[in-house]
Nanobody
Framework: QVQLVESGGGLVQAGGSLRLSCAAS????????MGWFRQFPGKEREFVAS????????LYADSVKGRFTISRDNAKKTVYLQLNGLKPEDTAVYYC????????????????WGQGTQVTVSS
């Protein structure tokens, strides 16, 4: 099993930035593709960004492209999501996921999830 713990969420004003972190417990972290998803109240969890196991490939949802950046540090067993230019509509619970695949961009491809971290953007 892979245990994931997200951190870095909080309350910021529109236009501000946050950096989310997701720490993994497993020694074999480097073989997993990692992703960030978010969930709005009453909605299904949706894709935000993903990064391949090596960090060589990244994908972003159109809604965050150009504003968010995903990265990973395999030595630290951590994946990050830098959120810039935040908008009130970005307010959601953000989840980190781990996939047994080398590359994964859909919810079904992820095997493990963190507990989520709340991001709230005020006007």
């Amino acid at each position: 099993q892979v245990q994931l713990v997200e951190s870095g969420g909080g309350l910021v004003q529109a236009g501000g930035s946050l950096r989310l972190s997701c720490a993994a417990s497993e020694r074999t972290f480097s073989i997993y593709a990692m992703g960030w998803f978010r969930q709005f109240p009453g909605k299904e969890r949706e894709f935000v960004a993903s990064i391949s196991s090596s960090g060589g490939s990244t994908l972003y949802a159109d809604s965050v492209k150009g504003r968010f950046t995903i990265s990973r540090d395999n030595a630290k067993k951590t994946v990050y999501l830098q959120l810039n230019g935040l908008k009130p509509e970005d307010t959601a619970v953000y989840y980190c996921g781990a996939s047994g695949r080398l590359v994964a961009a859909t919810r079904r491809e992820y095997d493990y999830w963190g507990q989520g971290t709340q991001v709230t953007v005020s006007s």
